[in-house]
């Protein structure tokens, strides 16, 4: 298949998959809110209508969970690929993931164990996933994949089962890699995200548009990775910055940090866990890549950026950015 001939159409199953990350939460947590629900409902003086109505709340609340959960591997859809593009299509709702000829990129992710690979498709308007769950005998087939995806954390990873936790099987995200690569391979070196305020920051190639500022990636910049405290909100946040400079133009892409115990916990503690955390290379990544990842995740801490310099980016895609800015001739 030649790039912009039409692609027949091709139907992958999707299938739900229990969310680990949530597993602990979602067995202990509901029945305990509901006994204790039941409990006040029992042990206050209030007329027998607002203790039934307690009642029936904390009933609803034990059996949430259980409503909600699906059998492991039960079958909910498929992921269409045809000469429009992809489609991610589901009992509840479809969603369109790209179309070929528009605008769109295409991440890939992977935890550190392996255990898990994501499509993460960004374009204008969304950004739109498809989980992949890698079993052992799936690592040889998925080497080259593994090998070129961003490392995230587990939570991070886990993250994406927000805008759906339906997976594809291994052999067929490795089919979809291989049609994207014949039909959009420049998808690959895109990246499409929009601030809170309708700011649209895209990485495009050899150009990275912030706002109304563009930054050429074949030219000298600078850049660096800053790490800073901000309040808002009444609580002291902790976040991650990327700051870009190139003839006279700055600014600095922000998200909150990865590690959520550290705005969870905002506090000096935290704020010196961190900076401690980002300087360390005591575990060494399996390969160059993940040293070079972890070298263009360090920060340097500073004091809070001026807000109008400042472009909010979703957390997962900070690493991407960087090693973009990082492929640029430098200014020293």
Not at 26 to 36: E, F, G, T, Y
Not at 40 to 60: D, E
Not at 208 to 224: H, K, N, Y
Not at 299 to 316: H, K, N
Request: with cysteine; net charge neutral.
């Amino acid at each position: 298949m030649q790039q912009g001939e039409p692609v027949d159409s091709l139907h992958y199953p999707l299938t739900y998959t229990a969310l680990p990350a949530r597993s602990v939460w979602w067995r202990i947590a509901p029945p305990v809110i509901a006994a204790l629900t039941i409990l006040i409902a029992l042990s206050i003086s209030a007329p027998p209508a607002l203790r039934i109505t307690l009642i029936l709340f904390g009933g609803a609340i034990a059996a949430f969970p259980r409503l909600l959960s699906r059998r492991d591997g039960e079958p909910c859809g498929e992921v269409r690929i045809d000469g429009h593009g992809i489609m991610r299509i589901e009992a509840k709702k479809s969603v369109r993931l790209a179309r070929w000829g528009g605008p769109f990129g295409v991440t890939i992710f992977s935890n550190r164990a392996c255990t898990r690979l994501l499509f993460a498709f960004t374009t204008p308007d969304s950004t739109r996933y498809l989980n992949v769950p890698i079993l052992r005998r799936d690592t040889d087939t998925l080497r080259d994949l593994l090998a070129n995806a961003i490392v995230l954390t587990d939570s991070d990873v886990c993250w994406s089962h927000q805008d759906s936790s339906a997976t594809i099987d291994a052999r067929d995200a490795l089919d979809l890699y291989r049609v994207l690569m014949t039909r959009a391979p420049a998808s690959f070196e895109r990246v499409y995200m929009s601030t809170p305020q309708g700011a649209i920051v895209l990485l495009n190639g050899g150009i990275l548009r912030v706002g109304t500022q563009m930054f050429d990636l074949t030219a000298p910049l600078e850049w660096q990775g800053l790490v800073f405290k901000d309040s808002g909100g009444g609580a002291s946040l902790v976040y991650q910055g990327t700051r870009v400079r190139q003839a006279g133009t700055e600014v600095v892409l922000v998200s909150l940090l990865p590690d959520a115990a550290a705005w969870l916990r905002p506090n000096e503690a935290a704020w010196h866990e961190f900076i401690r955390e980002s300087g360390r290379t005591s575990e060494q990544p399996e390969s160059s890549t993940r040293v070079n990842d972890v070298r263009l995740m360090k920060s340097v801490p500073v004091d809070p950026p001026p807000p109008e310099i400042r472009f909010a980016i979703d957390r997962l895609f900070v690493l991407p950015f960087r090693q973009a800015l990082d492929r640029a001739p430098s200014v020293h």
